[in-house]
T-cell receptor, first 116, second 114 residues
């Protein structure tokens, strides 16, 4: 079964609203979580890396105020797309790293965001 | 810097044919991990395999097999007797030994025609 749960699977929202995506590690403590974005027919691009209890590290070109990442516990990270616009429509995927020696890395099932 | 190249953008095969998906990587790390993921039309990433840089043994799992060759920095994936359900986008990925960053290739779209 899935070891990383990502919700929702898909969301449609109006332009200007905020959307929160959750990523949970189910049977291990995730010291680090990663958030990716995937445009249609393209590869996954790393947006940010978050370590539990500290601020996320964003990749170049990713707006921190636009994509708020919270990693308050070892099993949960959230990505909030603030004031979403149609150009934010994309597929977002999280991954979680953990285990006794950080040997585990699993991906969530992704969230398709459509902003009208 | 890490780089993963999947030169094949799209491949079409007829059912039951064998198909090999190529993956070439670049890294300066001595310890690293290589992955293959399957992304069916529904979008979720399905983990297929993880291989560390110290293990060059080829691996077979059912109809899937992987050929890891450090000498050519390649980690190719072969599907034997392909089936329609194998139709998907396949991503090869590379991470450093500590999973600080995972770099994905651009993916290969495989279409298996009945």
């Amino acid at each position: 079964g899935a070891v990383v749960s990502q919700h929702p699977s898909w969301v449609i929202c109006k332009s200007g609203t905020s959307v929160k995506i959750e990523c949970r590690s189910l049977d291990f403590q995730a010291t680090t979580m990663f958030w990716y974005r995937q445009f249609p027919k393209q590869s996954l691009m790393l947006m940010a890396t978050s370590n539990e209890g500290s601020k996320a590290t964003y990749e170049q070109g990713v707006e921190k105020d636009k994509f708020l990442i919270n990693h308050a516990s070892l099993t949960l990270s959230t990505l909030t797309v603030t004031s979403a616009h149609p150009e934010d429509s994309s597929f977002y995927i999280c991954s979680a790293r953990g285990g006794a020696t950080n040997e585990k890395l699993f991906f969530g099932s992704g969230t398709q965001l459509s902003v009208l | 810097a890490q780089k993963v190249t999947q030169a094949q953008t799209e491949i079409s095969v007829v059912e039951k044919e064998d198909v090999t998906l190529d993956c070439v990587y670049e890294t300066r790390d001595t310890t690293y991990y290589l992955f293959w993921y399957k992304q069916p039309p529904s979008g979720e990433l399905v983990f297929l395999i993880r291989r560390n840089s110290f293990d060059e043994q080829n691996e077979i799992s059912g109809r899937y097999s992987w050929n890891f060759q450090k000498s050519t920095s390649s980690f190719n994936f072969t599907i034997t007797a392909s089936q329609v359900v194998d139709s998907a986008v396949y991503f090869c990925a590379l991470s450093d030994g500590g999973y600080q960053k995972v770099t994905f290739g651009t993916g290969t779209k495989l279409q298996v025609i009945p």
